[in-house]
């Protein structure tokens, strides 16, 4: 898992309520075993009409969220199922930070162990957020996770909190498997006695 230690990107909107795994990817786009290949389905039924075309109706397809790495959005992101594929699919999209009110609790977790910090602001910051980035083109954060700091373009910036445990999975690119190989040695030498 890639390291997250700090952050600056351009900021895309998505102003929607609970927003589910099946919209963030659809169901039929699950019958694959990888980790990668996931962002061209990325909130597909909104994104795309039917036709296969963008619909330029969906904010995030404007032009000037294009490389977006830090995803604003609003209560409840990422409830329903609790399928890893949404985490994914918004990684390969070029996620690395979400920042919302609240996030539903699996999905919040599968972030942290798929290498992106979602923090949770209060929703007055949120609404902020939500303007400026509408009346500045190119608007960008800059995350800075060891500071736990967002910086804004004037200047100011935003404390957050996280979990210091999760807090050092990340700022060391550990998941899952990489926490449990920091114990190789010990597991070898268990290894060994089971003869």
Same mark, same amino acid.
């Given at each position: 898992?890639?390291?997250? *230690? *700090?952050? +600056?990107?351009?900021?895309? =909107?998505?102003?929607?309520?609970?927003?589910? #795994? @099946?919209?963030?990817?659809?169901?039929?786009?699950?019958? /694959?075993?990888?980790? +990668?290949?996931?962002?061209?389905?990325?909130?597909?039924?909104?994104?795309? $009409?039917?036709?296969?075309?963008?619909? =330029?109706?969906? &904010?995030?397809?404007?032009? /000037?969220?294009?490389?977006?790495?830090?995803?604003? *959005? $609003?209560?409840?992101?990422?409830?329903?199922?609790?399928?890893?594929?949404?985490?994914?699919?918004?990684?390969?999209?070029?996620? /690395?930070?979400?920042?919302?009110?609240?996030?539903? @609790?699996?999905?919040?977790?599968?972030?942290? %162990? %798929?290498?992106?910090?979602?923090?949770?602001?209060?929703?007055?910051?949120?609404?902020?957020?939500?303007? &400026?980035?509408?009346?500045? &083109?190119?608007?960008?954060? #800059?995350? @800075?996770?060891?500071?736990?700091?967002?910086?804004?373009? @004037?200047?100011? *910036?935003?404390?957050? &909190?996280?979990?210091?445990?999760?807090?050092?999975?990340?700022?060391?690119?550990?998941?899952?498997?990489?926490?449990?190989?920091?114990?190789?040695? $010990?597991?070898?030498?268990?290894?060994? #006695?089971?003869?």
């Amino acid at each position: 898992m890639k390291p997250f *230690t *700090t952050l +600056t990107g351009i900021v895309a =909107p998505l102003e929607a309520l609970n927003v589910d #795994t @099946d919209q963030i990817i659809p169901k039929q786009f699950l019958k /694959r075993i990888e980790r +990668t290949g996931y962002e061209d389905f990325l909130f597909f039924d909104w994104r795309f $009409k039917p036709d296969g075309s963008p619909d =330029p109706d969906f &904010e995030m397809n404007a032009p /000037r969220y294009l490389g977006a790495s830090i995803l604003l *959005t $609003k209560d409840n992101f990422g409830c329903g199922s609790s399928r890893e594929h949404a985490p994914w699919a918004l990684e390969n999209y070029g996620f /690395r930070c979400i920042l919302a009110p609240s996030y539903a @609790d699996i999905f919040f977790n599968n972030c942290f %162990n %798929n290498g992106m910090l979602p923090i949770v602001l209060p929703a007055n910051v949120i609404e902020q957020l939500f303007q &400026e980035v509408r009346n500045q &083109e190119g608007y960008s954060l #800059t995350v @800075d996770l060891p500071a736990q700091t967002i910086t804004k373009p @004037d200047g100011s *910036t935003i404390a957050f &909190e996280v979990d210091p445990f999760k807090k050092e999975c990340l700022l060391n690119g550990w998941d899952q498997i990489g926490l449990t190989l920091r114990h190789e040695d $010990k597991i070898t030498a268990f290894e060994k #006695t089971r003869g």
